[in-house]
């Protein structure tokens, strides 16, 4: 059996090339319990934890949080003091200055959380970015907040504290990861043994000495080849126990594939000998995909990919449909209770037009408009379904005959839609997207245009300001999906500056 050098703290040398052969693991039984079912325990279970103890599993890294809150703490004193001499201004200012600096003390720290600081790999290019983001929006948005309410304190103490929180986050995870690398060199380490030679193998090998902060220093393959290519082998799966105690091994990693029974057996062994043992995931290629471990209750979980959402755009998003809404709201209800009036003395009938459409992710609601048809419009649509004048699910006729006199008016005007700002504060539609389609227009979709319904229904969109009165249903729904493709806050800007010339020009139908 091939030994492999006790001489430390070096790292083991991977020699290449390696064969594509994998190895034959021995096939060990599983404990009993591995065949049953799984315990789930419900949430809040934590058998052999006491309460004040975080669980070994949780996904969020908490010393890194409270090493944070009390730097970031400790900021916001010094930035205090230096503004602020001892026994200068009003008791009332100097307290409203110390809850605003706390204030971004806390924004500062949900900031970075929601940019995933806490959840990302430490000492990654990934951790920093989020840092940087995390600081960098906190102190906009409290830049904002201070410009607006016109609080006790300047742009340059933002920018001081900004700076210091910066520097001092940064810092300790730069010494953190400065003292990790020296203590490995200095003798203080884990000795890890890979269990499998495999491409794995050898990759987990090489990311271990390509960071020795992470204080690992890889002893040798275990595997049933005796040898592959060049690459040591400390011994086959037999004499595993006595390498690990030769070696002073602390880490055992099974590199993909292995069999489960092998991986219950190492456990199973590694409880009674005081050893961890880690499994990379089979799926695991390095060039494809970044695996992240995330907790259901207490199912753990592989994210294989994550789908980047603009959470604090579409949030802008939502605010800026609130508040124009409410805006509109003085100038658009007399408005509706002129037209309600004109709308009784024209024809028989409810003032409100309200049906049910399909809004985002298929879920349907009542949309508001103002009766622009004659009271029975939805049933002689069927009648008049063989004289549809677009193509595609969806109806539309030039000249209707169920449209009222002042119906055609309110249509080209487009005013009949300004109920909807309703939908619009209910969170069932946004001022700008894919207009709302009826559920018999729904129900002859193809698999395809469901795309649409990934964002909220809008009053305006796209569509409206560039093609209303193309007949083609294939034109609607790539304006709709290059939309969605394209979105962004400066897009539904153009569109709402687009839309009010549409509006003036009467285009609708």
């Given at each position: 059996?091939?030994?492999?050098?006790?001489?430390?703290?070096?790292?083991?040398?991977?020699?290449?090339?390696?064969?594509?052969?994998?190895?034959?693991?021995?096939?060990?039984?599983?404990?009993?319990?591995?065949?049953?079912?799984?315990?789930?325990?419900?949430?809040?279970?934590?058998?052999?934890?006491?309460?004040?103890?975080?669980?070994?599993?949780?996904?969020i890294s908490y010393a890194a949080v409270l090493?944070?809150?009390?730097?970031?703490?400790?900021?916001?004193?010094?930035?205090?003091?230096?503004?602020?001499?001892?026994?200068?201004?009003?008791?009332?200012?100097?307290n409203q200055l110390r809850a605003l600096l706390?204030?971004?003390?806390?924004?500062?720290?949900?900031?970075?959380?929601?940019?995933?600081?806490?959840?990302?790999?430490?000492?990654?290019?990934?951790?920093?970015?989020?840092?940087?983001?995390?600081?960098?929006?906190?102190?906009?948005?409290?830049?904002?907040?201070?410009?607006?309410?016109?609080?006790?304190?300047?742009?340059?103490?933002?920018?001081?504290?900004?700076?210091?929180?910066?520097?001092?986050?940064?810092?300790?995870?730069?010494?953190?990861?400065?003292?990790?690398?020296?203590?490995?060199?200095?003798?203080?380490?884990?000795?890890?043994?890979?269990?499998?030679?495999?491409?794995?193998?050898?990759?987990?090998?090489?990311?271990?000495?390509?960071?020795?902060?992470?204080?690992?220093?890889?002893?040798?393959?275990?595997?049933?080849?005796?040898?592959?290519?060049?690459?040591?082998?400390?011994?086959?799966?037999?004499?595993?126990?006595?390498?690990?105690?030769?070696?002073?091994?602390?880490?055992?990693?099974?590199?993909?594939?292995?069999?489960?029974?092998?991986?219950?057996?190492?456990?199973?062994?590694?409880?009674?000998?005081?050893?961890?043992?880690?499994?990379?995931?089979?799926?695991?290629?390095?060039?494809?995909?970044?695996?992240?471990?995330?907790?259901?209750?207490?199912?753990?979980?592989?994210?294989?990919?994550?789908?980047?959402?603009?959470?604090?755009?579409?949030?802008?998003?939502?605010?800026?449909?609130?508040?124009?809404?409410?805006?509109?709201?003085?100038?658009?209800?007399?408005?509706?209770?002129?037209?309600?009036?004109?709308?009784?003395?024209?024809?028989?009938?409810?003032?409100?037009?309200?049906?049910?459409?399909?809004?985002?992710?298929?879920?349907?609601?009542?949309?508001?408009?103002?009766?622009?048809?004659?009271?029975?419009?939805?049933?002689?649509?069927?009648?008049?379904?063989a004289a549809n004048q677009r193509s595609g699910?969806?109806?539309?006729?030039?000249?209707?005959?169920?449209?009222?006199?002042?119906?055609?008016?309110?249509?080209?005007?487009?005013?009949?839609?300004?109920?909807?700002?309703?939908?619009?504060?209910?969170?069932?539609?946004?001022?700008?997207?894919?207009?709302?389609?009826?559920?018999?227009?729904?129900?002859?979709?193809?698999?395809?245009?469901?795309?649409?319904?990934?964002?909220?229904?809008?009053?305006?969109?796209?569509?409206?300001?560039?093609?209303?009165?193309?007949?083609?249903?294939?034109?609607?729904?790539?304006?709709?999906?290059?939309?969605?493709?394209?979105?962004?806050?400066?897009?539904?800007?153009?569109?709402?500056?687009?839309?009010?010339?549409?509006?003036?020009?009467?285009?609708?139908?």
């Amino acid at each position: 059996m091939a030994t492999v050098p006790s001489e430390t703290p070096e790292s083991f040398s991977v020699a290449l090339p390696l064969p594509a052969a994998l190895p034959d693991h021995a096939a060990g039984q599983a404990p009993a319990r591995a065949s049953a079912a799984p315990h789930v325990p419900a949430l809040g279970d934590r058998e052999g934890h006491p309460w004040w103890q975080f669980s070994r599993r949780a996904s969020i890294s908490y010393a890194a949080v409270l090493v944070d809150a009390l730097l970031a703490t400790i900021a916001a004193c010094l930035t205090f003091y230096s503004i602020i001499p001892a026994g200068l201004g009003p008791v009332h200012s100097a307290n409203q200055l110390r809850a605003l600096l706390m204030l971004y003390t806390v924004l500062m720290m949900l900031c970075c959380h929601s940019f995933g600081l806490y959840r990302t790999p430490r000492h990654s290019a990934r951790e920093s970015r989020s840092l940087l983001r995390g600081i960098g929006a906190a102190s906009l948005l409290f830049a904002a907040f201070v410009a607006w309410s016109d609080q006790p304190l300047s742009i340059a103490a933002l920018a001081l504290l900004t700076l210091l929180d910066a520097g001092a986050l940064s810092g300790w995870r730069g010494w953190e990861r400065r003292h990790k690398t020296l203590r490995s060199h200095s003798g203080t380490f884990r000795n890890v043994l890979i269990v499998g030679a495999n491409s794995c193998g050898r990759e987990l090998a090489r990311s271990i000495s390509a960071n020795p902060h992470w204080g690992y220093v890889v002893r040798g393959f275990v595997d049933n080849q005796a040898s592959a290519n060049g690459v040591a082998i400390a011994g086959d799966l037999s004499h595993l126990g006595e390498i690990a105690r030769a070696e002073f091994i602390d880490d055992i990693f099974i590199a993909p594939p292995y069999e489960r029974s092998l991986v219950w057996k190492l456990t199973e062994e590694a409880k009674r000998k005081h050893w961890n043992v880690k499994v990379l995931p089979e799926f695991w290629e390095p060039a494809l995909v970044q695996p992240q471990v995330e907790l259901l209750g207490e199912l753990p979980v592989f994210s294989l990919h994550r789908e980047p959402i603009p959470a604090f755009a579409l949030a802008f998003k939502r605010a800026l449909d609130i508040a124009l809404a409410l805006a509109a709201a003085p100038v658009v209800l007399p408005v509706l209770a002129i037209l309600a009036l004109l709308i009784k003395l024209d024809s028989p009938g409810p003032v409100f037009y309200c049906a049910q459409r399909i809004g985002r992710k298929g879920q349907k609601f009542l949309c508001w408009k103002l009766r622009t048809m004659v009271a029975n419009a939805d049933a002689l649509k069927r009648e008049l379904r063989a004289a549809n004048q677009r193509s595609g699910p969806f109806f539309k006729l030039s000249a209707d005959p169920r449209v009222t006199r002042l119906g055609r008016f309110l249509r080209k005007s487009s005013l009949d839609e300004l109920p909807q700002l309703w939908n619009v504060i209910r969170g069932e539609m946004s001022l700008v997207g894919p207009r709302p389609h009826p559920l018999d227009d729904y129900q002859l979709y193809d698999l395809e245009h469901r795309r649409r319904l990934d964002v909220r229904p809008g009053i305006t969109g796209l569509w409206q300001v560039k093609a209303r009165r193309d007949p083609s249903f294939e034109t609607n729904m790539t304006l709709d999906l290059a939309y969605i493709e394209n979105w962004s806050l400066l897009l539904d800007f153009k569109i709402l500056l687009l839309t009010i010339p549409a509006v003036l020009k009467a285009t609708g139908e």
